[in-house]
């Protein structure tokens, strides 16, 4: 399994070289429906393709599937309202989590309370993550298993359509744009990329092939501050959470901060990827518990608050 997370593609593109370097021959895959209304609008992604590009159409096929289907559009609908009712209480507790540990972590101890005190409150941060996780992947469960979506032939017709693409490409990729709408449509139509194609993938699409999608703005002018678990990712890498344009997104010199942030995904690397970047996963790239390994040289954030390049002495 060959999987290649890049950098942002606007203004530094390195994804044609990279799939030149595969070395395959045969069309290659379009997914680009975080693109939106723009999602047609491929021509210069085709080009660096040489041409081989397949736009699988995700955000066009919805868009024609929910408004010929009003079942079916009730229901994604209502999937959307829970899953915004539940990000709001998610973001509730998790600003509040967030904010304790820091609280804890300032807060002088003068009997050694302070450091288990600390570990017990970003302990208490990652059971707010694992409590939403869990209630969207029971939402998920729940919306697919409806009569809608397994009683409808139009989808059932589309995603056969899908995989048959996807079975004949040499390659897909999964370019960047809305990552809520580009997660929509890859589950609308239970998208499967085969194991055996490889897989390049950068900004939301580098967020959506890992697992779990977590957003991050230090800067944002408002709302919640913290980084947010926002969705579950297809999981074909596992143990990564992409940091798409990390430098203009965080504030790495503040080390408190950042520190705080690795710690809360123990299981997880944070790969920032920034223009230029490009970290190749290959067969074998895993470890006993399915977790990628990544090649020397890849920065990563570390529970020092400092970026690090993997296997630096």
């Known amino acids: 399994m060959t999987t290649i ?3 942002p593609q606007r203004f530094t593109t390195t994804v044609g070289a990279t799939v030149r370097s595969l070395g395959v021959s045969g069309p290659v895959a379009m997914v680009n429906s975080g693109w939106e209304e723009r999602e047609s609008d491929d021509a210069e992604l085709a080009g660096h393709l040489d041409g081989r590009g397949v736009n699988l159409r995700l955000y066009q096929r919805a868009f024609e599937l929910l408004r010929a289907e009003p079942d079916l559009r009730a229901v994604v609908l209502d999937h959307r309202s829970r899953h915004d009712e539940l990000r709001s209480f998610y973001g509730l507790r998790l600003q509040s989590a967030w904010d304790t540990v820091f609280a804890v972590r300032h807060r002088t101890s003068r009997h050694g309370i302070g450091e288990g005190a600390e570990r017990s409150a970003l302990q208490a941060l990652r059971d707010v993550d694992d409590w ?9 469960e729940q919306t697919a298993a409806t009569e809608a979506f397994t009683g409808s032939a139009a989808l059932a017709t589309h995603r056969a359509e899908i995989a048959e693409l996807l079975a004949s490409s040499a390659a897909v990729v999964v370019a960047g744009g809305h ?6 449509t890859l589950r609308l139509f239970a998208v499967s990329i085969p194991a055996a194609t490889p897989v390049i993938a950068w900004s939301a699409g580098a967020m959506a092939v890992c697992d779990p999608v977590v957003l991050f703005h230090d800067f944002a002018p408002h709302g919640i501050t913290a980084p ?8 074909r890498v ?17 080390r408190d901060r950042m520190a705080v942030f690795a710690a809360r995904f123990p299981s997880h690397r944070l790969v920032p990827l ?5 970290v190749r996963l290959g067969p074998g790239s895993t470890d006993a518990e399915g977790r990628a390994t990544l090649p020397e ?13 993997e296997g630096a002495a």
Do not use: F, I
Not at 132 to 140: D, I, M, P, S
Not at 179 to 184: F, P, Q, R, S, T
């Open 5 to 7: 997370l890049l950098g």
């Open 179 to 184: 990552v809520g709408l580009l997660m929509e």
């Open 297 to 309: 040289g890849t920065r990563v954030l570390t529970t020092a608050g400092t970026l690090v390049a």
């Open 228 to 235: 947010e678990v926002h969705d579950r990712g297809l999981g």
């Open 238 to 254: 596992r143990g990564v959470v992409p940091l798409p344009h990390a430098r203009r997104r965080l504030d790495l010199d503040d």
């Open 132 to 140: 939403y996780a869990w209630e969207v992947a029971r939402l998920v």
């Open 274 to 278: 920034d223009a230029g970047t490009v």
